[in-house]
């Protein structure tokens, strides 16, 4: 009896020290491929945010939504333009270099001179989490300078193409002035060409203070941009741009802002 009582309390201490193990083994394997970074919510950086807000519209007041658009410019943005001048609405446009700023620098020009808000893209379009931190700072630095050169103005927003970022990528955006800008709205624009799908995958996940993702460049986009902007109003939503999503807060280096 002696001898099973034994028997049994080693098996219990080896399953326990067993079971022990494999926590802190998921524990470290946690710790090894979760990537943790500075973000908040633009409600959120507008609650801790003090003063007023410059303009005419106060999102902490108004049923806001902001509208961007990615991978521009391109011969498809000239349209688009047309639109937002016709309804006097501004949004946010996520450029990008190589083939597109470098390729239309006019078209960027006219964003800029058009009062819309410019943001970062990279310049190859590359995931940067895939990058050394060299590899990230040369992607958005040669974009930074381009658009300053063409605008005269240096961007403080970007965008991470596919959303990947990680503390590498916040550290450089934080040397280069930048903070990074996610979303919680996609047409998956990139896929379909059919605008009535778009405009009803926008409308369908549309929130108050959600950033809406289109790219100006795809073929059905442009043209379902008219019927989306139609039905926000209707459903009592004022239109921005990011920064305007986030006053009185400033965009902060690094810092990722996703709703």
């Known amino acids: 009896m002696l001898f099973n009582a034994r ?39 507008r609650a801790k945010a003090s003063g007023s807000v410059t303009g005419d519209v106060d ?23 047309d639109i937002l001048k016709q309804q006097g609405l501004h949004a946010t446009f996520f450029v990008q ?8 620098p006019d078209i960027l020009r006219r964003i800029a001179d058009e009062g819309h808000e410019i ?6 379009h590359k995931r940067l989490t895939d990058l050394d931190e060299d590899g990230v700072r040369q992607e958005l630095a040669q974009t930074q300078n381009a658009i300053e050169r063409i605008t ?15 503390r590498k990528v916040a550290k450089v955006c934080r040397d280069l002035g930048l903070a990074q800008v996610l979303w919680s709205v996609t047409a998956k624009d990139y896929e379909t060409t059919d605008s009535a ?41 004022t239109i921005v741009t990011v ?10 280096p690094g810092m990722v802002y996703r709703p």
């Not at 022990?20 to 959120?44: E, F, G, Q």
């Not at 991978?71 to 349209?79: I, L, N, R, V």
């Not at 943001?119 to 190859?124: A, K, R, V």
């Not at 005269?152 to 990680?166: N, Y």
Request: hydrophobic share 35%.
């Open 197 to 237: 799908l778009i405009t009803k995958r926008v409308l369908d996940q549309t929130h108050r203070d959600g950033i809406i993702l289109l790219h100006d460049l795809h073929k059905g986009t442009v043209p379902a941009v008219p019927g989306i902007l139609k039905a926000l109003k209707q459903r009592g939503y």
């Open 152 to 166: 005269g103005t240096r961007p403080v927003l970007m965008r991470p193409p596919e959303g990947r970022t990680s």
């Open 59 to 81: 999102c902490r007041k108004e049923k806001c939504v902001a509208l961007s658009f990615d991978g521009g410019p391109s011969p498809t943005t000239p349209k688009l333009l």
């Open 243 to 252: 920064s305007q999503l986030l006053a009185p807060a400033k965009p902060q």
């Open 119 to 124: 943001g970062n893209h990279t310049w190859n």
């Open 7 to 45: 028997t049994r309390r080693s098996r219990i201490l080896i399953a326990v020290a067993t079971a022990a193990a494999a926590v802190i083994a998921v524990a470290v394997t946690l710790a090894l491929t979760v990537t943790t970074y500075d973000h908040t919510s633009p409600r959120a950086a």
């Open 97 to 104: 270099g190589k083939g597109h700023i470098s390729k239309y």
